[in-house]
DNA sequence: CCGTATCCACAATGATACTG
DNA sequence: CAGTATCATTGTGGATACGG
């Protein structure tokens, strides 16, 4: 997730995507398209997943409007909102901490190569 | 991690051990052994992949003894310690929405196998 | 537009056995 | 006691192509 880079970090919202889906979300219902887009490289069967994972544990609601050309969106429900406290204070932990363990890490790095050397 | 039941859950520190050893490290240090007796069936190579990371991370710090039999200790840093909130904020998210996810999932479960049958 | 259907790659975890 | 070495398994995510 680059969206707070916590990639290169210990604490994860659910899979790789979810917490991404919850950000795009948060200021009211999106598209299936829109969300692909906004969201790098996601294919749509992993998108599909991700947000019928969401829909069965109660985080959003996909509504599905009878027109031509279809259009469905998707829209946060209480529950989701409620994560998002906790994506803040996730990211904030990582904003504060993450110069830290980048540190630790060339630290580390560098004394194991100096013992191979 | 059933240490707050967050399998059903969202939310996860790091990968599937990481937060445990948090908790286990936060009242002192402890043993590898030790650790090992109470996290339930870590394999020895799983464990040790574990602290390795979390050492390489900066969240503990890992000393041997030099005695016979071998004695080793692990020990959260600060910025390992820094994780307990963030832990801690995450299980009273679970504890709180966790009975709403399992409901969620009876019903979006119920009415499909309705649709199935 | 909004997906499904197949197949595949890889990382994470586990089982088992062995060692300084 | 505190690991290492190998091998097997699984599960998540991705590539690609196609369908209502």
Redo the contacts between chains.
């Keep these: 997730m680059e969206i707070c880079p916590s990639n290169a970090?210990?604490?994860?919202?659910?899979d790789k995507w979810?917490a991404w889906v919850v950000r795009l979300l948060e200021h009211g219902p999106r598209r299936f398209t829109e969300l692909r887009k906004d969201m790098g490289r996601v294919t749509p069967k992993v998108l599909t997943e991700t947000l019928r994972a969401m829909?069965?544990?109660?985080?959003l609601t996909r509504t599905e409007f009878d027109e031509i050309p279809p259009r469905v969106e998707y829209e946060l429900t209480e529950?989701g909102h409620?994560?998002r406290?906790?994506l803040d204070?996730?990211c904030a932990?990582t904003r504060?901490?993450l110069p830290?363990?980048e540190?630790?890490?060339r630290?580390?790095?560098e004394a194991d190569h100096a013992r191979t050397a």
């Excluded at 970090?9 to 659910?14: A, D, M, N």
């Excluded at 829909?55 to 985080?59: A, F, N």
């Design positions: 970090l210990p604490v994860r919202i659910g979810t829909e069965r544990d109660g985080m529950l409620s994560l406290a906790l204070h996730t932990w504060e901490n830290l363990i540190a630790a890490r630290a580390n790095d």
